[in-house]
């Protein structure tokens, strides 16, 4: 599923140094084009809906803050699992090198439509220690310059990291306490997945080692 070991490794590598990835050409071809179609799919017969900010209990939509449609994946849909096996995998694969002891991922289709844009959030507060490590995968074969769209990553002081284009098979992985974020105003339609990696909360406070 993932070009030889280089995927990981070069992810590795950079989330040592730096707390975030940016990795070209991240999975075989497959991947991102079973799900470039199923994505099509979902936006063609409206299976999208539109995404809100804030905790379930709280949930409201706000065009002014973000403005993409969503469907979240589950390994119900042949496509789908693709996806969550491939990712199930890159989280055994992280553990081993990073030793972040995740445990989870779930993640949703996102559709920005022309005009949308996500503004400056951070993904998970710190202490909550939940979402730990963000991903988005990028499914636009034919994005360019001028498209906007952009993922713009923050240091937590708010200076600019990097400017992302979201072309197809790209992956970025950060930090998800650390970096605040936006998506810029796309021009035309943007597709991605995003999804979080968790660690579980329920045992967040056990020492270990033990003292
Ligand atoms: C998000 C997000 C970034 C992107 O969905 O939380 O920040 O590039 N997405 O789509
Ligand atoms: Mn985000």
Excluded: C
Aim: charged share 25%; hydrophobic share 40%.
């Amino acid at each position: 599923m993932f070009k030889a070991d280089k995927t990981v490794s070069l992810l590795a590598d950079s989330f040592r140094t730096h707390g975030y990835a940016i990795i070209d050409n991240a999975f075989h071809d497959d991947v991102p084009y079973v799900l470039s179609d199923r994505l099509n799919t979902l936006a063609e017969v409206d299976a999208m809906h539109r995404a809100g900010i804030g905790r379930r209990d709280d949930l409201t939509q706000r065009e002014d803050i973000r403005g993409d449609e969503i469907h979240w994946l589950t390994d119900a849909h042949t496509s789908e699992a693709l996806w969550v096996r491939t990712m199930a995998q890159l989280r055994i694969e992280l553990n081993r090198h990073l030793l972040l002891g995740l445990f989870s991922y779930e993640s949703h289709f996102s559709h920005y439509p022309a005009g949308a844009f996500y503004k400056t959030h951070t993904d998970s507060f710190r202490g909550e220690a939940n979402r730990v490590l963000s991903t988005v995968f990028y499914l636009n074969p034919d994005w360019k310059e001028g498209d906007g769209g952009e993922l713009v990553i923050y240091s937590e002081s708010g200076e600019e990291l990097e400017r992302v284009a979201p072309v197809f098979n790209r992956l970025v992985v950060f930090l998800s306490e650390e970096f605040p974020h936006e998506v810029l105003p796309t021009s035309t339609d943007r597709y991605s997945i995003a999804g979080w990696f968790r660690v579980n909360t329920s045992s967040a406070e056990r020492v270990d080692p033990p003292a």
